[in-house]
Each structure stands twice: as structure tokens, then as C-alpha cells.
């Protein structure tokens, strides 16, 4: 079964550092996002690609955050520099159209210390 | 978006059934409602998702009454296993625009 893949899985990082997290969408779906979940409360959306294109990115914090898929395919999340309210699970999920189906990938626990 | 609301927790015990009711009462003409499930250092999984009536599939029967202002999750003979957070989200075919809840805790004791 086709899965969404994100890695890593785990990642400690110090305060003010950069941190990167990777996600690979199943294989043909067009739209991409990525989430961030605090511990003990539901997955809340920062940004949402159409191919390589952002089309809602109204709940990233750009002055840290920012996330591309340049080829409309795998996509990458920054942080820069981290923040210790950053520890979350950082949630990659896809869908073959805007109005199918999403499916999650395992996500990357981040913990800021 | 349409605001739910759902039990924070619930428990049962192994083999019976468990209905998880969600509130949403503004909800849209258009909007769909969804339901996932979250195991613990995963992703959400989606159950199940319907607009009116009555959906079932194989893991799950989903009710919604006929003014949609709420919805029960129905879980046919739970095991340890189906021990996990379920979210009702109100809004879009696709969770990834709608809104996740804080989701309902349940937890099946043996």
C-alpha cells in the first residue's frame, strides 16, 4: 500500500537553530500539506500545495517557516531559526485532488531544547 | 469552517459497540463530515465520511440525523486495538481543509 513517507522521524534541535523536515507525497497526488500537532490537541494546517504551488499558507508563521515543493513533488518544511513553543509532531499529509481523500504520513516529533 | 464538538473521553470494554456523538451545529449546505482516527506518534487515518443518512464500511457506520446538526460514529465490537483519539471534522471532502477538534480519547479495557 502506497503510503506518504517523512523523515526524519525524530528530531532534537537547540534553540535558534535551523531544522528541516522532508515529506514524499504517494506517488500522483497533486496536493500536498503540512501540519503541526501539539501535544493533546488535533493537527492544525500551515500550508497546502497544489503541484508546486502554494494556495493557502495563511497559518505559517513566515517569519520562521517556510516550506517548498519545487518540483510539484517531495516537499521540505524550515524552521529558522527554532523556537522552544516549536515542539510538535510536524504532520505531512496528501491527496490526489483538492477534494479527495487525505492521507498521513507518520510525521517528525521535534523536540527544541 | 463549522465548529464541532465532541466528548473529550470515553471508555469501553472489549466487544462492545461505541457510538462517539459530534455536535456541529453550523454546519454548511455543502459541508461534508469526516471522521479519522490517531494512534499515538502516528498520523491521522481516515475512517469514514458521509453527508446525510447513514454510510457504513467496513470498519465503521456513520449516522447522521436529517437536520445534520450532529453525528455518531458507530464502532461495531471494539478491540484493545481500536484504542485511539477520533476526530469529527465538518467542512470539505478533503480533511485537509477542514478543521480537526481536540478530537475524543477512547479507551477499551479488556
Known amino acids: 500500500e502506497a503510503e506518504v513517507a517523512q523523515s526524519p522521524r525524530y528530531k532534537i534541535t537547540e534553540k535558534s537553530q535551523a531544522v528541516a523536515f522532508w515529506c514524499d507525497p504517494i506517488?500522483?497526488?497533486?496536493?500536498l500539506y503540512w501540519y503541526r500537532q501539539i501535544l493533546g490537541q488535533g493537527p492544525e494546517l500551515l500550508v497546502q500545495f497544489q503541484d508546486e504551488s502554494v494556495v493557502d499558507d495563511s497559518q505559517l508563521p513566515k517569519d520562521r517557516f517556510s516550506a517548498e515543493r519545487l518540483k510539484g513533488v517531495d516537499s521540505t518544511l524550515k524552521i529558522q531559526p527554532a523556537e522552544l513553543g516549536d515542539s510538535a509532531m510536524y504532520l505531512c499529509a496528501s491527496s490526489f485532488t483538492r477534494d479527495s481523500e487525505a492521507f498521513f504520513g507518520q510525521g517528525t516529533r521535534l523536540t527544541v531544547v | 469552517l463549522a465548529k464541532t464538538t465532541q466528548p473529550i473521553s470515553m471508555d469501553s470494554y472489549e466487544g462492545q459497540e461505541v457510538n462517539i456523538t459530534c455536535s456541529h451545529n453550523?454546519?454548511?449546505?455543502?459541508?461534508?463530515i469526516t471522521w479519522y482516527q490517531q494512534f499515538p506518534s502516528q498520523g491521522p487515518r481516515f475512517i469514514i465520511q458521509?453527508?446525510?443518512t447513514k454510510v457504513t464500511n467496513e470498519v465503521a457506520s456513520l449516522f447522521i440525523p436529517a437536520d445534520r446538526k450532529s453525528s455518531t460514529l458507530s464502532l461495531p465490537r471494539v478491540s484493545l486495538s481500536d484504542t485511539a483519539v477520533y476526530y469529527c471534522l465538518v467542512g470539505y471532502t478533503n480533511a485537509g481543509k477542514s478543521t480537526f477538534g481536540d478530537g475524543t480519547t477512547l479507551t477499551v479495557k479488556p
Open positions: 458521509g453527508y446525510k
Open positions: 453550523n454546519i454548511a449546505t455543502n459541508d461534508y
Open positions: 506517488s500522483g497526488h497533486a496536493t
